[in-house]
């Protein structure tokens, strides 16, 4: 195919670029993406495959970094983030493609089979994987065929972050001046690709420890406070107030759910600590951190209500911190406006949506980097039902090179 400007496609010129991309290898590289187990902060092998795919590709060492976010990352980690950052061919804003490599542990042992018009995993007992190694092949094969075409582009950053799914630290810990500090922000990571994520919601994440008195729970129990009780009664009374689970008051909304409880040595021993996780989310950052108030206020008055015969009750030392903030774009934000067209272009109409979950997007429009989130082919993630839709995985590559391409204004010529 001859070098041609992407600023004079026409439509018939960009129908005709993409009828040629490789589906057959994008198809290839997404199989063996799915086989490589890589949890979060155990992303190694995943990130070594994209390098070694890239070399391949014609991409020089030099064009590709490792961001070290597991050195800021709370949970350390074996490897950073991949990021390939390409001079433009031609004039324009940088722009970032971007979506995590790793996933939940339910997919560790993922065998990717096609099925008719889907992906799942031979084995029953794991999840695909297609959260979000789907993205990463998206990114993949938009860079490799971007090279293997000959085709001139703005300036591009792909962007392969990690530890997504336990904290959004890839994207939150991300070095901007090593990203390029891109204008336009583009991220993979869901299911339909004609749905544009233009925001999600805000969330904290709580450590809740209670600290009671140990006695044997045959010969003395009285003289024990038991720190079960506490938060027995903390949740109970969250519970019965409307302030666990979905959560509606005055117009807002919200949610809040304890995950887990971790505490106890026998059963003979009445139990002087119990750690809590939990967790709010609201859209609205005022009700959210009224959610997390009622949740501190319930746990230090449910220690009051429990003591020992000699008077003695627990303590509670109550931790919260912000995962990460809400955000909504408007719809002429230019990455909006970009990928709206991107979706016409293919004859589909384009859904706007606001997420109830955390996408690194949330990070990346904190930092200044609006970023608007298109799905990839994913169903039923976290679960072992996962699988994925091979008509909107191939739908998403070809947006997906629009939209390095720059060529969404001849799209919607």
Known sequence: MPRVSSAAYSRKELRSLLAQLDSKQALEDLLQLLAIPG????????????????????YRPSQMTLDPVQEKSPL????????????GTRPGPRRLLMAHVDTVPLCVGSRPVVRGRWIRSADPQTALGADNRAGAAVLLHVALELRRLGLEHPPLTFFWPVQEEVGLFGARFADLKRLGRP??????????????????????????????????????????????AVAALAIAQLQQDGWHGRIEKHGQLGTSNIGVLQGGSATNVVMDHLLVRAEVRSHDPKFRKQILQQFRQAFHQAAQQVQSARGKRARVRFHAQLDYESFVLGRSEPCVQAAWQAVRHLGSQPQLAVANGGLDANWLTARGVPTVSLGCGQENQHTTAERLRLSWFAKACKIAMILALGAES???E
């Open 183 to 228: 204008r336009l922000a583009f991220n993979w990571d869901g299911g339909d690709p004609c749905k544009l994520t233009i925001g999600a919601t805000g969330a904290y994440r709580m450590e809740i420890h209670i600290h009671g008195q140990a006695s044997h729970a045959g010969a003395a129990p009285e003289q024990g406070v038991s720190a079960a």
């Open 39 to 58: 949890p979060s902060t155990q992303e190694g092998e995943v990130i070594r495959f994209l390098q070694t795919r890239l070399r391949e590709g014609g």
């Open 76 to 87: 350390g980690g074996e490897v950073g983030s991949l990021v390939l950052c390409l001079p």
């Open 410 to 412: 001849a799209a919607a």
